[in-house]
């Protein structure tokens, strides 16, 4: 059906009399429909959220393109026939991997096909989802990472050498939290929103249950087989694990064949490092690769986590007023004053080193903007007439805070957020180029440290790639808040104009 700008197209000059019949008259947009067509008419915000798309995309699907392990493995006999086929990748990938590929794979289609559903709340049932779905595979790995850990409890260490355990855990871990997403109200419609939460709930148990116990790789194996003609490999695009070594392939240049480098021709010798290696001979490029999700991971999910208690604290002390405002603004007072990097660094030599306790240290300490926006806007808003109408009616808080004047002020913290993800993502780098970063994981903060070996000796392609995606990455969220900021500001939009 055409618009009413289809219908009625704009004339050189209208009068009031043409706009009561409806020539010249355009169709409003939503707040945030304009918002978001004024960011992408900038050029710098439309290359970021192009480079961030691109670090996005690595992020979820870098195990399928950078793996030490084949696509697809056929083992050879004697006579040439093939005595077996699997497919060494797919058994290897964790669970973690295989919920954000379904994820991506799902949540996209979800987001973008025009369903009937609004978009605020099809964004609400997913991003629910996703909580509900990275808390089952994050404590499934834990406990599965505890019960096999070195010190573990005698009855825990019992029960995870049984059959039964990886599946009543996993069970009870999605039962708790498909109870738990089913009460929160994204949806009208509660048996859409029972059967949609109920459909998570088994497939994250499912992957956790299968994926209880992560299998011991040896990379060389396959590569040695396939040399001496008892295997075939189909191998993905970049035929490197991060974590995958090799102590005489040590900083090879990037685009040099390994067979220059160790005086062999053919076979494996005609592989190349297309970045480069490191110091201890692991491929640059799929640690790049791999290091995307660190990144963002640890941006957005420590964000939201500030986000969360922000707005809690902030709406609090906005409604309120008074007494309680003067004592949580002191909190908030004591946690500005807190030095982030010098508490994670802290944290790195008595907590466990691992991606997690990076995540919730930052979001519990750099909260505070996100408080200090909320606060303001809820004491402009408690004045309203729609607050004191939502009152009179007997409404309780928490509909009041989070129902009705949420939605109002939360602008200003959506902005926020964007450079915080900026700042979480330099403040991991920067542990991580300290040594202090998660154990285990490629990170770009690691390879750009090891620009620098301990001959002194710099290395200029790990120093170039890695710290060219920090720096494009930082910068993207940037100028994406930038954008936004201007976009959803009248005066600063006003300022433009003139």
Not at 159 to 170: D, I, N, V, Y
Not at 433 to 446: H, N, V
């Amino acid at each position: 059906m055409p618009d009413l700008a289809e219908k009625n197209p704009m004339p050189d000059a209208v009068t009031g009399v043409d706009l009561m019949r409806g020539i010249g008259a355009v169709e409003a947009k939503g707040f945030w429909e304009d918002a978001w067509s004024r960011v992408l008419r900038r050029r710098g915000a439309m290359l970021a959220l192009v480079w961030i798309s691109i670090v996005a995309f690595f992020a979820v699907f870098s195990p399928l393109i950078a793996n030490g392990l084949p696509l697809w493995t056929e083992e050879l006999a004697p006579d040439g026939s093939v005595e077996a086929a699997w497919s060494p990748l797919w058994e290897n990938l964790t669970s973690a991997d295989l919920l954000l590929i379904v994820g991506a794979v799902v949540g996209v289609p979800w987001m973008a096909l025009p369903l009937g559903i609004p978009r605020s709340t099809r964004l609400a049932m997913l991003i629910v989802a996703a909580l509900q779905a990275g808390f089952i595979v994050a404590i499934g790995a834990g406990i599965s990472a505890w019960v096999r850990g070195a010190n573990p409890p005698a009855w825990a260490l019992e029960w995870g050498r049984e059959e039964w355990f990886p599946t009543a855990a996993a069970t009870a871990l999605g039962l708790l939290f498909t109870i738990l997403a089913a009460l929160i109200p994204t949806c009208d419609a509660w048996l859409g929103r029972l059967l949609a939460v109920l459909l998570v709930g088994v497939a994250a148990s499912m992957l956790v249950a299968d994926r209880w116990v992560d299998p011991l790789v040896d990379h060389d194996a396959f590569i040695e087989r396939e040399q001496a003609g008892s295997m075939r490999n189909v191998w993905t695009l970049v035929p490197w694990s991060p974590n995958q070594s090799r102590s005489d392939l040590y900083l090879v240049k990037p685009g040099l064949p390994i067979g220059e480098k160790l005086g062999v021709e053919g076979g494996f010798g005609e592989r190349t490092f297309v970045m480069g290696s490191d110091a201890v001979g692991r491929d640059v490029m799929s640690q790049m690769l791999h290091a995307c999700r660190l990144s963002i991971s640890v941006g957005l999910v420590s964000t939201g986590i500030a986000v969360v208690i922000g707005v809690t604290i902030g709406s609090l002390m906005g409604y309120f007023g008074g007494k309680v405002d003067l004592l949580l603004y002191r909190v908030v007072e004591v946690f500005m004053a807190i030095p982030v990097l010098f508490l994670l660094i802290v944290a790195a030599a008595v907590l466990p080193r691992n991606t997690y306790v990076m995540m919730a240290i930052i979001g519990c300490v750099s909260w505070t903007g996100a408080a200090r926006f909320i606060r303001a806007e809820f004491l402009r808003l408690r004045s309203q007439d729609f607050v004191q109408s939502a009152r009179a009616v007997g409404l309780p808080l928490r509909s009041i805070l989070f129902k009705h004047m949420l939605p109002n002020g939360v602008t200003p913290v959506l902005v926020d957020a964007s450079f915080a993800v900026a700042a979480a993502i330099l403040a991991e780098a920067t542990l991580s180029f300290l040594g202090l970063g998660p154990e285990g994981q490629a990170s770009w903060g690691k390879l750009l440290a090891s620009a620098t070996n301990t001959t002194g000796t710099f290395v200029w392609w790990l120093a170039i790639f890695p710290g060219l995606a920090i720096f494009l990455t930082v910068l993207g969220y940037n100028l994406l808040g930038e954008a936004l900021r201007d976009a959803i500001d009248p005066k600063l939009r006003k300022a433009a104009q003139a």
